[in-house]
């Protein structure tokens, strides 16, 4: 069965960085784009960023826009969030998210889901 299985969340400063990686399992992964999502406590979900298939076009939520970078690994089946200059604000659990075909800012669209990895950002 499709798993998606974060890792690399934890605690930082404020202006720390860290670099989130989501791997893939029982997909043909180069067929769907992925996407990041966070859920802060109290919230909805919202969306963070999301990559074309191919790895070749890329958008940003406004709020990390300049600070977070979305990358993907087709050989390694495996999609990576760095995150820079973190603020407070970032704190939440992290999803990974694939959807068959074109990309979307959209998380109802998504078809597979990962379990989350928590980042805390402290002032």
């Known amino acids: 069965q499709v798993q998606l299985v974060e890792s690399g969340g934890g605690l930082v400063q404020a202006g720390g960085s860290l670099r989130l990686s989501c791997a893939a399992s029982?997909?043909?992964?180069?067929?769907?784009?992925m996407g990041w999502f966070r859920q802060a406590p109290g919230k909805e979900r919202e969306f963070v960023s999301t990559?074309?298939?191919?790895?070749?076009?890329?958008d940003y939520a406004d709020s990390v826009k300049g600070r977070f970078a979305i990358s993907r690994d087709n050989a390694k089946n495996t999609v990576y969030l760095q995150m820079n200059s973190l603020k407070p604000e970032d704190t939440a659990v992290y999803y990974c998210?694939?959807?068959?075909?074109?990309?979307?800012?959209?998380?109802?669209?998504?078809?597979?889901w990962g379990q989350g990895t928590q980042v805390t950002v402290s002032s």
């Open positions: 998210a694939a959807k068959w075909g074109s990309w979307s800012q959209n998380q109802y669209a998504y078809d597979y």
């Open positions: 029982g997909l043909t992964f180069s067929r769907y784009a």
């Open positions: 990559i074309t298939r191919s790895g070749d076009n890329t």
